[in-house]
Structures are given as C-alpha cells and as structure tokens.
C-alpha cells in the first residue's frame, strides 16, 4: 500500500576505498513518512586481519553529506533545506554478519547484517533507530532486505 524506490551509484577504487552517490525515495507511492534524500558518500574499509573469514577481521568507515532526512531535527522542524553530514561505523564479526553504528545527521541507529546464503547476494538488517530519541518519536524497529547485481 505504502512505498518508495530508491537508487545509488557506487564505485569500489583500490585499497577499499569507495564512493557512492543516491536519491533515496524517489518513486515513491502511498503515504511514507520521510522525503526526497540525495547524497554523496565516502568510504573505506580498513583489513584487521589478513583473511575477510577471521572475527573482527574488517573495520568499515563512511562520511556523507546529503540532505532531506540528513538534516538536523531542527532544520526539518524549521522547513530549512540545509546540507548535514552523516556516518556509519561497522564490523565484521564473523564473516557473514557485522554490527554497525550508524548517525544520520539526527538519529543513532544500532544493527547488524547478515548475509545468510553463501552463494546469494541476499542482506538482511535488522536494526534500533532513533536510539537517542532526537526525532521525538522514540527508538522503532526496523528490517531491511537486499541484494544487488553487477553490471
């Protein structure tokens, strides 16, 4: 009934550094509860132990800017169309599955992702937003479900 499409380019350069670019709800049909979001994001993997199926063997870092849901609490309750930064802190626990903090520019969310099918490029992610209730709206529960496919 409720729903939006979202969209992101993204490149992977040598020594796991990566950039992305997306407009998040840009189709969208129904009532949804948040806007139009394009950012532009930075990232970079860092390997703690020489084999990806180690524990805690790769620590991912990523700095954005965007705006719509990116924006401060005070800048969406003030209607002001403002740039903010956000960022993602995760790691791999065990090779299908990492734990992750995420700021959005206004909300703490905690999670993980697991990748259940070895063969299969199925995410799963569960996660708490809004942790710090800065939204006002109290922590929620969330599950995402992805996959991708290689041009």
């Known amino acids: 009934k ?3 499409l979202s969209f992101k380019l993204h490149h992977l350069f040598p020594k796991d550094l990566a950039v992305a670019a997306g407009i998040e ?7 949804i509860d948040t806007e ?13 132990q020489d084999s990806a199926a180690a524990p805690f063997s790769r620590l ?17 309750r003030n209607d002001k169309e403002t740039v903010n930064v ?5 790691m791999r626990v065990l090779e299908p599955m990492s734990v992750f903090a995420d700021w959005t520019g206004q ?8 990748m259940p ?5 199925l995410v799963i ?14 922590t929620r529960f969330s599950i995402s479900v992805g996959t991708s496919y290689r041009f």
């Open 2 to 4: 409720n729903g939006s």
């Open 25 to 31: 709800n840009a189709i969208e049909w129904g009532g």
């Open 36 to 48: 139009l979001s394009a950012y532009g994001v930075v990232s970079k993997i860092f390997r703690l």
């Open 60 to 76: 991912s870092v990523s700095v954005g800017l965007g705006n719509g849901r990116f924006r401060s609490e005070d800048d969406m």
């Open 86 to 90: 956000f960022g993602n802190v995760s």
């Open 107 to 114: 909300d703490l969310n905690l999670g993980f992702s697991v």
């Open 117 to 121: 099918f070895q063969n299969f490029p």
């Open 125 to 138: 992610t569960p996660a708490l937003q809004d942790v710090t209730g800065n939204a006002g709206d109290g």
